[in-house]
């Protein structure tokens, strides 16, 4: 019996110093960065996440991170920042863990959002997750609207007001005076 506690005490301790050593050698983070205005979820393990941004270019986000072992990210990807699309269709994303093309699953699907776990090893630094669609920051969206002068002259020719000679003169003049191009 005395044995048997001996032992049993014996693996106690044993188990409390060995819980504190593995606690070293796993870690990870959790947490959320904002690219171009839009929050990216993120929960690394065996892990930290350095730097994550949008590369309109190459259709790509770009992960850089630091890692102590074999492990995963699991991302949460704004559609509206990068999406991976065929013919209005969800296509698959082209992953690559330092230069090497990885698979990835896929957990979750919504009209906003998609989420992938993405594996890599021990002393990966940079995932590229290369979509169809991505956000465009430096493209600016300006309304194109015609001057209702403009379409005061086109209705007046429509309706046979003004006729073809003074409506190509209105035309020649936009186009001398570099208002339209041709």
Same mark, same amino acid.
């Given at each position: 019996?005395?044995?048997?506690?001996?032992?049993?005490?014996?693996?106690?301790?044993?188990?409390?110093?060995?819980?504190?050593?593995?606690? @070293?050698?796993?870690?990870?983070?959790?947490?959320?960065?904002?690219?171009?205005?839009?929050?990216? !979820?993120?929960?690394i393990e065996n892990g930290?996440?350095?730097? $994550?941004?949008?590369?309109?270019?190459?259709?790509?986000? $770009? /992960?850089?991170?630091?890692?102590?072992a074999d492990g995963t990210? &699991?991302?949460?990807?704004?559609?509206?920042?990068?999406?991976?699309?065929? !013919?209005?269709?969800? !296509? $698959?994303?082209?992953?690559?863990?330092?230069?090497?093309?990885?698979?990835?699953?896929? /957990?979750?699907?919504?009209?906003?959002?998609r989420t992938l776990v993405?594996?890599?090893?021990?002393?990966?630094?940079?995932?590229?997750? $290369?979509?169809?669609?991505?956000?465009?920051?430096?493209?600016?969206?300006?309304?194109?609207?015609?001057?209702?002068?403009?379409?005061?002259?086109?209705?007046?020719?429509? &309706?046979?007001?003004?006729? !073809?000679?003074?409506?190509? @003169?209105?035309?020649?003049?936009?186009?001398?005076?570099?208002?339209?191009?041709?």
């Amino acid at each position: 019996m005395v044995r048997k506690n001996s032992l049993y005490f014996l693996g106690l301790i044993f188990s409390l110093l060995l819980i504190p050593l593995s606690s @070293q050698f796993s870690y990870g983070d959790i947490g959320t960065i904002s690219v171009d205005s839009f929050n990216v !979820d993120y929960d690394i393990e065996n892990g930290n996440i350095e730097s $994550i941004f949008l590369d309109p270019d190459f259709v790509e986000l $770009i /992960i850089t991170m630091d890692t102590s072992a074999d492990g995963t990210i &699991e991302i949460m990807i704004p559609r509206t920042l990068l999406d991976a699309k065929f !013919d209005s269709s969800d !296509d $698959i994303f082209f992953i690559l863990v330092d230069g090497f093309e990885t698979d990835y699953v896929e /957990i979750e699907s919504t009209s906003s959002s998609r989420t992938l776990v993405i594996p890599f090893f021990g002393g990966d630094s940079i995932i590229d997750i $290369i979509g169809t669609d991505a956000l465009n920051p430096f493209l600016i969206e300006t309304e194109i609207e015609i001057p209702f002068w403009i379409k005061n002259n086109a209705g007046w020719w429509a &309706e046979d007001t003004i006729d !073809d000679e003074t409506f190509v @003169q209105a035309i020649q003049y936009l186009i001398t005076n570099g208002i339209m191009q041709v």
